[in-house]
């Protein structure tokens, strides 16, 4: 049996009185794809960020990898993101964004040619010298990926990576988070669609007004 | 965190900062740069800053100190908002109280050059006591205003601001804020440690507070 590296137990959190998750409770175990669906407001993203640190919740426990978040530390460190409203610099191109990010974080500097691997392995060119902000959905997206994909984390969340992706984007996708996973990666990933989801998951949470309303082992 | 690291964060923090606020920041400087040359021709070296002192049953408004006092609110806005919960959980490896202070700074920077075209406009460098106790003072109140826009919305946290301004400006011997005006500074040095230090601790109170943030902003 995998270990877990992800808890959430009996989480609660209320905004403006308003309860919008609600008893959440799930495990997740090293080395599986986790797929998270729902509609719009259903709680998936914030379930994300409050895995990552990012919302307090009023009640309620948080562990990732043996630590209490925000009880013991603050934010879960070791987990690659991908949130949209989380964008990088648009005045600077991928691969300053990258280096800038993976400097601050981790106080080291990378040599340029892994930076180089990693806007490959999204799909992105690496000679690639316009400004992010001349990117299309498309290729912010794909940068989006490669940000969470930067540390080497052993735990991924993706949250609506499949918005802006065209057919191939998808595909493209499909392929990633299977190599990910054959890499020994923890997936989360959240999306509206649920061909896709049904492909790359081993087990589908559904999420309907901020409560975990049923669950689907591929 | 080293020296080197820290001076890359305040690049990209400045970059950021600068995008939030540009527009505002010209706006207002324009505005500041008119007020201190108004000020000049009169030969009121004081000037924008000299309030006023309220007589029994009456009231007048000093409109340059209430809209100069304000300024900087302005300009700050919900830049330090956005700045705190859309840019930082990128760099969550940074500590939150680093990054925040990495901003105290660039906008300490801001106030700095208002203040420096404020000694320099109107060749003002009678005040100096007042101008450097109304740079430290109104340098922590900013603080003090972004923290609070963290836990509150920045609209209420510029009601307040407002509130606090209007309060000074009926109030003689409001303490701390009233020092803000050259027409009621007292220059007795206790006082206005006093009041550094009083501002210092609500800063402090403040920032130990800032583990409860939640990263819930929309980007703008």
């Given at each position: 049996m995998s270990q877990i590296v992800v808890e959430l137990r009996h989480v609660n959190k209320k905004f403006k009185r308003k309860n919008?998750?609600?008893?959440v409770n799930l495990k997740i175990y090293e080395n599986h794809v986790y797929g998270f669906s729902g509609?719009?407001?259903?709680g998936k993203t914030l379930t994300f960020k409050t895995i990552l640190g990012f919302i307090k919740p009023n009640n309620g426990d948080v562990i990732v990898e043996g630590k209490f978040i925000?009880?013991?530390?603050?934010?879960?460190?070791?987990i690659g993101f991908s949130i949209q409203e989380y964008g990088v610099l648009g005045d600077k191109t991928a691969t300053e964004n990258l280096s800038l990010l993976n400097i601050l974080n981790n106080q080291v500097e990378t040599a340029d040619t892994n930076i180089q691997q990693l806007l490959s392995y999204v799909g992105?060119?690496?000679?690639?010298?316009?400004?992010?902000?001349?990117?299309?959905l498309g290729m912010k997206q794909r940068l989006s990926l490669a940000v969470a994909l930067l540390n080497d984390n052993k735990i991924l969340i993706f949250d609506e990576?499949?918005?802006?992706?065209d057919d191939s984007g998808q595909d493209f996708l499909v392929a990633m988070i299977n190599d990910l996973k054959l890499k020994g990666k923890t997936i989360l990933i959240s999306s509206h669609d649920k061909y896709f989801l049904n492909k790359i998951s081993d087990h589908i949470f559904k999420f309907n007004e901020g409560t975990i309303v049923g669950e689907q082992i591929l | 965190m080293t020296q080197q690291h820290y001076n890359l964060l305040l690049k990209r923090n400045r970059m950021l900062y600068w995008e939030q606020i540009r527009i505002k920041f010209i706006i207002v400087t324009l505005v500041y740069v008119m007020l201190l040359l108004q000020a000049r021709h009169q030969q009121?070296?004081?000037?924008?800053?000299?309030?006023v002192l309220q007589a029994p049953n009456d009231f007048a408004m000093p409109i340059q100190w209430f809209f100069i006092m304000l300024l900087p609110v302005a300009v700050i806005g919900d830049s330090f908002n956005q700045l705190v919960k859309i840019e930082h959980p990128l760099l969550n490896r940074v500590g939150l109280s680093t990054y925040i202070l990495s901003i105290f700074q660039i906008m300490s920077e801001m106030l700095f050059l208002f203040w420096l075209l404020w000694i320099l406009i109107p060749g003002n460098n009678q005040y100096y006591l007042f101008s450097v106790i109304l740079f430290l003072n109104s340098s922590l109140s900013i603080f003090i205003f972004s923290l609070i826009s963290l836990f509150l919305s920045p609209v209420i946290a510029y009601f307040i601001a407002i509130l606090l301004a209007m309060g000074t400006i009926a109030n003689?011997?409001?303490?701390?804020?009233?020092?803000?005006?050259l027409s009621r500074f007292d220059s007795n040095l206790m006082i206005n440690l006093f009041n550094t230090i009083i501002l210092i601790l609500i800063v402090i109170i403040l920032f130990s507070c800032?583990?409860?943030?939640?990263?819930?902003q929309i980007r703008k």
């Open positions: 919008i998750l609600n008893n509609p719009n407001g259903a925000r009880k013991e530390v603050m934010f879960a460190e070791n992105l060119d690496p000679n690639n010298k316009d400004k992010v902000k001349h990117y299309s990576p499949t918005n802006a992706l | 009121q070296f004081y000037g924008v800053f000299y309030g003689n011997k409001l303490p701390i804020l009233s020092q803000f005006m800032i583990r409860y943030i939640e990263f819930t």
